[in-house]
């Protein structure tokens, strides 16, 4: 079966380390979405931060998946909400404890189509918000917009697994766990995934799993690549994710999308 849809993670695939889209990587996806293929992105991004990359919007011809799965979005039709999942309000006092117990950690939640804002600002938070380029008001667990799609806490690597120890078992019937970047530590809605919005992409799109080739490299792209005919990793990927894969591809820092378009769906 021919592959028809190249489903990419962003941060780290896609972008390189500076978060910027190359243009090689570009002129690829134009020229295969130009000669009629599928293209989408799933992105822990909200689609306000992927509306800062203006050139790669009209290659988007498919609802993209956001939020790490929270949300599948239709960028074409006003940012349309297809499918939403969110945090049920049971989880806030976890979240405050969290909170309180490891006071290094930086978090924030997000809110609705497009909001985040902060429990604790540190370097790292600061330097999501200048990556998403849009501001994070500092808010209460008590007095934040509910509901919150999802959970990002961040630090050094080492501190947010003794993090996922003490949440996890207090997790049960609330939520997941998942890396999204080596300081990245997210609580998603339970059962929610890349994964499980790239099924509901395919079945409204009437795609089948077998057409389509998904490409990332964090642990939170797992599922994305299990339910694609073809999972692919990027170089850089984490070492779990690459167990998965089905192929790896160069490193994002050498345009690992346009390699994965010219080896996976090649010029007629």
Known sequence: MKNRLLVSDMDHTLLDEDA?????????????VGRGGLFTVATGRAPAAIRVF???LPCINLPAITGNGGQVVD????????????LPLEIRPLVAGVLERFPEMGAVAYH??????????????EGLVEKERRPAPLCTVEASPQPWNKVLM??????????RRWLDPRLSGLGRTVFSEDTYLEILPLGVSKGTALAY??????IDPAEVVAIGDAPNDRELLERSGTGVAVANAAPELKAVAGAVVCSNAHHAVRACLE???PAP
């Open 20 to 32: 910027r889209l190359s243009r090689e990587n570009l002129e690829a996806i134009r020229t295969f």
């Open 112 to 125: 609705g189509l497009d909001s985040f804002f902060s429990f604790r600002v540190t370097p790292l938070v």
């Open 54 to 56: 203006p050139e790669l």
């Open 154 to 163: 961040t630090e050094d690597h080492a501190y947010l697994e003794e993090v």
């Open 75 to 86: 960028l074409a039709d006003g940012d349309k909400v297809l499918r939403s999942w969110v």
């Open 201 to 206: 992409l395919l079945e409204r799109e009437g």
């Open 263 to 265: 080896r996976f769906f």
